[in-house]
Nanobody, 127 residues
């Protein structure tokens, strides 16, 4: 099983940017479909973005489309989430997740389909 460690979170003003990183160890990241989820206080963990293991196809939840970009560097065994034009409602703990199975557009949004999770990194957006 792959081990995942997120970093890059912090406090930023609305309209600002942050780049989150998810470093993997134990397995080659290129064999995994990778995703970012987030969990705001008092809310359930929700899907943010995913990138497939083949061809690097990306999918996003509607609320972050055009603002967030997920990418992967297989040579560095790292996945990134570039977050621009941040809003107060983006405040949450952000988690990266990995799975080796091929997921459909519907199932990739379901956190129960992911086998490995990081510990999370806090993102706080102030007004």
């Amino acid at each position: 099983q792959v081990q995942l460690v997120e970093s890059g979170g912090g406090l930023v003003q609305a309209g600002g940017s942050l780049r989150l990183s998810c470093a993997a160890s134990g397995r080659t990241l290129s064999t995994y479909c990778m995703a970012w989820f987030r969990q705001a206080p008092g809310k359930e963990r929700e899907f943010v973005a995913t990138i497939t293991r083949s061809f690097g196809i990306t999918y996003y939840t509607d609320s972050v489309k055009g603002r967030f970009t997920i990418s992967r560097d297989n040579a560095k065994n790292t996945v990134y989430l570039q977050m621009n034009s941040l809003k107060v409602e983006d405040t949450a703990v952000y988690y990266c997740a990995a799975v080796t199975r091929v997921l459909t557009i519907a199932t990739m949004r379901m956190l129960t389909n992911y086998d490995s999770w990081g510990q999370g990194t806090q993102v706080t957006v102030s007004s």
